[in-house]
């Protein structure tokens, strides 16, 4: 097994898995590990306007958004292990020492917290990660955070020990750093303390990989060989790209995998003839798309309306997913980022500016995308936003809340259940089980008798980390959905397998009313009790999923409930599925 680690903090300037891929065209298996140095076990309790988006895996792992990066240029499967955290090794240790594992030992950081990490890593590692099923031949070892942190050194002392336990021939350290341009000048001294800092505590990078605007300039690339320890064609860049999708042939032209295969001794590992063939195909696929990038010329115009707009990262794998359709067919993305709370009636009072602004991009855009999200703020704006795709046969997309959200406003507005409190109840509960927002207590009210969205009765009321309903489970297609547009998009299948991660779901109760006034559930759970897809008939493009289908997209094989709301925003949907 071969290990590359990736260390610095700027590592997502340059594209997260693409030496991965790199490897991969070359007909090897890989696969990855990330390092998040935090005290939470996993993602899942964290904000995402903080933390970003929050992964989630087939095995139900809520991990951070990375993992959506490798799952995505490595077209693999990971699993939740594959994301290490402080909390998770500790509570390892912790529960081995309450056993009485270490025979009466001081229990230490160095060396039971750090033998923790190695073994986790080399465990984790071996696990295939493909459909071959075999061992992965590298494995790509990201450590977040910035070395010299606190938090990191228990990592970094790991992995400083680890070239020794598995040794050199089977380790090699990239370092990504920033080169800034000041005043037009290449700086290179916070390249050159980021590697004094990692050389001091028993690491040397093997490649020193720049993010700059520009190329390196000759002096600068000198500046760093000479003061980071490495030869100058060990010093790459990635500078401004008109694309991230164009960074693994910028990297691929500097050598990076001859260099790394110099280091591991790639040439000993045996690719039979098949391998390279994958790999030479996946390659010849990856510099088509890039020249498809090159020459789209037409765009298409998303009003994505959700409650974190203002960190983007919150949304990472929907803007993938938008992007791999909009790259499948051929159109430029541009997406409005609309906040919902700018289109309530009550924002219009704060600022007529923001409201008539969010509802320009709203009703100026070719297709209106609800992602998931979770309390009470927002949820009007996204129910009149909904209104008015549903209404002006714009297309729309729902994902998990927003699926929610389109049976609310169907309820509100086309049954005529005026009964206000459907609302009510829905976000009050969503808002008091998050504790993402201050005053929630103050808004639980009486449970109704009957809401329209309830609490799944499974999901934990009272510990928020890994209680929902989450990870890979079937959604079945409905006798007589053979006309759902969803359905075709997926090839006509009675089955498809998606990712969840929800608390809440549509009352069965309503759903024959709700199916009676012409809003469909096409898709189910196995038994048929769960709301999976909905959908309008008589509509270009109204879809609503209770999963999360951006999880599964792939940048060559994008996912296809979102692919049939970009081609129906395009006006180009009759040229994948019969109409
Ligand atoms: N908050 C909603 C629920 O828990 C939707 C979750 C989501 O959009 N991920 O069901």
Known sequence: MKFVIVSGGVISGIGKGVIGLLFKTRGLRVSAIKIDPYMNIDAG???PLEHG????LDDGGEVDLDLGNY???????????????TGKIYSAVIERERKGDYLGKTVQVVPHITNAIQDWIERVARIPVDSSGEEPDVCIVELGGTVG???????VEALRQFQFRVGPDNFALIHVSLVPVVNGEQKTKPTQVAVRDLRGLGLMPDIVACRCTHKLEKPTTDKISMFCHVGPDQVLVVHDLSSIYHVPLLLDQQKIVEQLSKKLKLDTLSVGPPALATGAALWNDWRNLTNTHDRMFES?????VGKYTHLKDSYMSVIKSLEH????????LNISWVEATDLEPDAAENSRVNFHKAWHEVCSADGILVPGGFGVRGTEGMIAACKWARENKVPYLGICLGLQIAVIEYARNVLGIKDQ????ILVSLLEANTHLDAHSEELVPEPPANPLIVFMPEVSKTHLGGTMRLGLRPTIFQDDSEWSKLRKLYGGVEAVHERHRHRYEVNPEFVPELEKAGLTFVGK????ERMEILELKSHPYFVGTQYHPEYLSRVLNPSKPYLGFIAASSGTLGDIIDL
């Open 71 to 85: 799952e995505r240029y490595l077209n693999v499967t990971l699993t939740r292990e594959n994301n290490i955290t």
């Open 421 to 424: 409190a459907i609302v009510d």
């Open 525 to 528: 759970d196995d038994k048929g």
């Open 53 to 56: 988006e929050v992964f989630v």
């Open 300 to 304: 298409v115009n998303i009003a994505l």
């Open 45 to 47: 309790t964290m904000s």
């Open 149 to 155: 942190d606190i938090e990191s050194a228990p990592f």
């Open 325 to 332: 359709s909009a790259l499948r067919c051929q159109r430029k």
